[in-house]
């Protein structure tokens, strides 16, 4: 008989479907590929990115790790009211942030290097919104002094959050944004949708590719390398599908399966471009179909707990080398005749994206 000689004889059983996926139990399907960070207790981690990065903020404080918040309000104000305010939902008071171009935009305007021309959404009741981060502030501002007060102060954070942090992960979101025609200025949101005015003279919709992607990305990783010499970037993908497109005559369910490709090719491609650079699978585990749908709930785009869970199990049995106890996420089924089963199994984040069809 002739004796097999071919490259896939000797590769670990994760290289294959049937052995790591189709007849693994699916709380036990390990997506991880080459994933080299290490964490301590004394890692600075910040976090960034569209709604599903806050729950690596919550997961990372459950298990005794250091999420890193520079922007948390003063002690004086009660916790909720800050927690109203976005103090501590991200590293710093930025909002979601959905594109690569909007981080990147963002660290320019910390340190000066950009200054959108849209500079204040004056309302119709006399309140003031910060177009960049519109949903921050509840009821707005007193005044454009009061605002600009404010993003220095906030800028000021973020000079210190990419200075000092340790590790930076960002969930990368969408692909799809609303731009400045005039000098290209990134919003989280449509003008209109959660403040401000939409004027087609002023505002334009465009949707980027990999290749804007990689190149705003590398841009801003190059950035924050010369700023903190020793830092790592954490890459993910947002599970969550788009809320609504604005790309003409396309259905949400084909630009969500565009967008979210897109973010996945670029973020491979700027793992193997920067050996500081690290993609954790947190896409594949939710959307992955040995899960059959579970981890999503009756809308088909909230993320369930368990689902969360998975992920975050994983990251920090990882990341930790195993320090961190990995505890399988529980296997209750959701009784989808009761209302707070179904809350209860679902993780509130500030999404702004939802204001697109509430």
């Not at 000797?10 to 960070?37: C, H, M, Y």
């Not at 918040?69 to 004086?76: F, Q, R, W």
């Not at 009741?125 to 921050?136: A, E, F, N, Q």
Request: aromatic residues 10%; proline residues 5%.
């Amino acid at each position: 008989m002739k004796k097999l000689n071919h490259p896939y004889l000797n590769i670990p059983d994760k290289a294959f479907w049937k052995r790591s996926v189709a007849k693994i139990e699916s709380r036990n399907v390990d997506p991880v590929g080459t994933f080299q960070l290490r964490l301590s207790s004394e890692t600075k981690v910040a976090t960034a990115g569209s709604c599903f990065a806050q729950h690596i903020a919550r997961h990372l404080r459950k298990s005794g790790y250091q999420y890193y918040v520079v922007e948390e309000g003063h002690p004086i104000i009660p916790a909720a009211i800050r927690e109203r305010h976005h103090y501590g939902t991200f590293s710093a008071r930025y909002g979601n942030i959905y594109t690569a171009r909007q981080l990147l935009q963002l660290l320019h305007r910390a340190y000066g290097r950009f200054t959108p021309l849209e500079d204040a959404w004056i309302e119709t009741d006399g309140s003031v919104l910060d177009p960049y981060r519109p949903t921050v502030q509840p009821r707005g501002y007193i005044s454009v002094a009061e605002m600009h007060a404010d993003r220095d102060q906030h800028f000021a954070a973020v000079r210190k959050m990419f200075e000092t942090l340790d590790v930076f992960v960002f969930t990368l979101g969408l692909t799809e944004c609303w731009m400045a025609r005039e000098d290209g200025a990134v919003f989280p949101l449509c003008p209109g949708v959660e403040g401000g005015k939409f004027d087609p003279s002023k505002h334009v919709f465009h949707n980027l590719s990999v290749a804007e992607v990689v190149a705003d990305m590398t841009e801003f990783i190059e950035e924050l390398q010369r700023l903190n010499p020793v830092a790592h970037v954490v890459l993910t993908v947002s599970p969550v599908p788009l809320m609504a497109t604005a790309e003409p005559g396309e259905h949400v369910l084909s630009a969500t399966t565009y967008s979210k490709s897109v973010l996945r090719v670029a973020a491979e491609v700027l793992r193997k471009q920067f050996d500081f650079v690290h993609y954790f699978p947190s896409y594949e585990i939710i959307t992955g179909n040995f899960n059959r749908g579970c981890y999503y709930a009756e809308d088909l785009r909230s993320v369930t707990e368990k689902g969360v869970s998975h992920v975050m199990r994983l990251f920090l049995q990882y990341a930790t080398g195993g320090a961190v106890a990995t505890k399988a996420p529980a296997t209750e089924a959701l009784k989808v005749d009761s209302f707070m089963a179904q809350a209860e199994a679902l993780v509130e984040v500030e999404c702004d994206e939802i204001a697109l069809d509430r």
